[in-house]
């Protein structure tokens, strides 16, 4: 009965694995939550008890589809105030958190076999929102300066010169997930000059650049690098305040906003008035800024502590680029004979659950890799689980070939 077309809505690997956990003692380094010690429970209580009592009549009412005018220009000042640029001709949309952004600009944007351009590895639930689209998906691998300009280059060449053209470029420049690689400043002037060349809309997805925590590291958002007018800035509130808001925003030229603001008209209508003025209150009043210096504390040590534990207990020559800032670590077992989703079960078995690679290789690459989340568990549950699993890798994998990249599976 039902359409083809839901044969394409498939359970995403990280829900499956978080449903297979659920109610278990397994240390749970699969999906990508913050830490719930980092939500400000007190103050956003404090706030929605005011939002309500003392502005109900317009926080519990319909509000535009595009958001709450006046929580628009507080994002739009809280994004000038974190060097994004703001144009002119932009505008700016709230939207139910950025996977709503991601599902709209897939239907706004592709047409069946319009070929896209992606990291590989990149966001699971980006590939899936295109993937409704039926596109043509070309992956350009990373390395730890984030996206391979080069590879970029030549992919563009052939794609134009087989007479096709390029729709759009995703990225998700710093602290990338599922990689944790951060695009140097000199790649991201490359890509921009790439983009202008072939005339490519780029897609900056950006939840993970308020946590950086080493000094020296740019995180310019190619937003603002740009003069043309042709980025399109996704960002959210997911990460530094709560992801059970589902607030995000898209800031891009007004054109194209306009568009998403009538597809979001058929998907709901409009975002949640009430976590709109909730999300106002807390940006005006320091709250959110408050989270993100508390956050990046919490997570940078317990970076640390994966970090460490990989270097203890891993198999030599496993290769994992390392993470600037975001949530994320990527490792890469040091065998193109190991298959992570076939370990998954014995992992879980042992106790620890994490992400199979290949879900984010657009090519089906990455088989020997895994995506391990280090925000939510605490710090000795990363060390035990990290242990657990380098020993299990260790049975796995007996003679270490040397070390496996993003690379490798390009021209898979
Ligand atoms: C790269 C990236 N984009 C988008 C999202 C979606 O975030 P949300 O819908 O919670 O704003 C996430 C969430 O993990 C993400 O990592």
Redesign the pocket.
Known sequence: MLAKRSELFKASDVRELLKLTEGKKIISLAG?MPDPETFPKKELAEIAKEVIGERGDASLQYAPTAGVSEFRKELMSFLQRKDVKVRGDDSVIV????????DLISRVFIEREDVIVVELP??L??LNAFTLSHPQIVGVPVDENGMRVDILEKELKRIYGEGKSVKFIYT?PVA??PAGVTLSIERKKYLLELASKYDIVVIE????SYFVYESGVDVTPLKTLDDEGRVVY??????ILS?GL???WVLGNHYVIDVLERAKQTADLHTPTLTQYIALESIRRGLVDKTIEKAKQVYKIKRDVMLDALTDYMPEKTWWPRPVGG?FVMVFLPSLDVDTRKMLPEALARGVAYVPGASFFANGGGWNSMRLNFSFPPPDKIAEGIKILGSLAKEKIKEPKGPITPESFYTM
């Open positions: 990508g939207t139910t958190g950025s996977q709503q952004a991601l990149t966001y639930a980006a998700i990338h997930n997805d950006d939840p993970y996704l960002g959210t509130l997911s990460k992801p589902r607030i995000g949530l």
